[in-house]
């Protein structure tokens, strides 16, 4: 399975953003636990979105409320929309895929990084 991530940029605190996650290689995009996960600089990557194969979500606590995970797997791909961005946004964001029931029981796949960027 390949994971291609986009949609990450420069935006300005308060902004939103839509990042996109295409999944290819793989048989059955359902069986896929899809997740999102954010290395901000200097620290380590951290978990910041999940849902599985039937829809179930779940988010890091200080993106709950202002963010949304969702998936289209007619597209296999996977969406992040991230709202009232905050500079404490500011991270590399990685796909990842996981084939058990949750993302939780382990990752897959990871998909290379996609900047995001948020000013003050």
């Known amino acids: 399975v390949q994971l291609q991530a986009s949609g990450g940029g420069l935006v300005q605190a308060g902004g939103s953003l839509r990042l996109s996650c295409a999944a290819s290689?793989?048989?059955?995009?359902?069986?896929?636990?899809m997740a999102w996960y954010r290395q901000p600089p200097g620290k380590q990557r951290e978990f910041v979105a999940h849902i599985t194969s039937d829809g179930s979500t779940n988010y890091r606590d200080s993106l709950e409320g202002r963010s949304t995970i969702s998936r289209d797997d007619a597209k296999n791909t996977v969406y992040l929309q991230i709202n009232s961005l905050t500079p404490e946004d500011t991270a590399v964001y990685y796909c990842?895929?996981?084939?058990?029931?949750?993302?939780?029981?382990?990752?897959?796949?990871w998909g290379k990084g996609t900047q995001v960027t948020v000013s003050s």
């Open positions: 990842a895929a996981g084939r058990r029931a949750t993302i939780f029981l382990g990752v897959d796949y």
């Open positions: 290689g793989s048989s059955d995009f359902r069986l896929n636990a």
